[in-house]
Nanobody, 128 residues
Framework: QVQVVESGGGLVQAGGSLRLSCAAS????????MAWFRQAPGKEPEFVAA??????????HYLDSVKGRFTISRDNAKNTVYLQMNSLEPEDTAVYYC???????????????????WGQGTQVTVSS
């Protein structure tokens, strides 16, 4: 049973940084694409970043608006994926969710969608 627990959110001023963590269990972590989505109030969930399962040849993919500011990484020994968020903007305010996908990389990136289930998420609030 796939379980993910997100943490690291909080309240930060614009320009600040946060590091989100996602601890995974119940599945072979190294076999899964890991990704972050976010959902702002009144909006649909939005893809943020993804990292491939192959650490020997890592691929990453980002939402255009976070490129250069956010970095996704994974530690397969700790079954954990991270999202380092720098230069945060008020538009980044949302609940951030971690997901684990068994889909092929090219298929996942082509659609960048996730139908659930969702974890509890972690709230990120950026004040102006």
């Amino acid at each position: 049973q796939v379980q993910v627990v997100e943490s690291g959110g909080g309240l930060v001023q614009a320009g600040g940084s946060l590091r989100l963590s996602c601890a995974a269990s119940g599945f072979t972590f190294s076999n899964y694409i890991m990704a972050w989505f976010r959902q702002a109030p009144g909006k649909e969930p939005e893809f943020v970043a993804a990292i491939s399962r192959n650490i020997q040849n890592i691929n990453t993919h980002y939402l255009d608006s976070v490129k250069g500011r956010f970095t996704i990484s994974r530690d397969n020994a700790k079954n954990t994926v991270y999202l380092q968020m720098n230069s945060l903007e008020p538009e980044d305010t949302a609940v951030y969710y971690c997901v684990a996908s068994a889909r092929p990389w090219t298929s996942f990136i082509a659609t960048k969608t996730w139908d659930g289930p969702w974890g509890q998420g972690t709230q990120v609030t950026v004040s102006s």
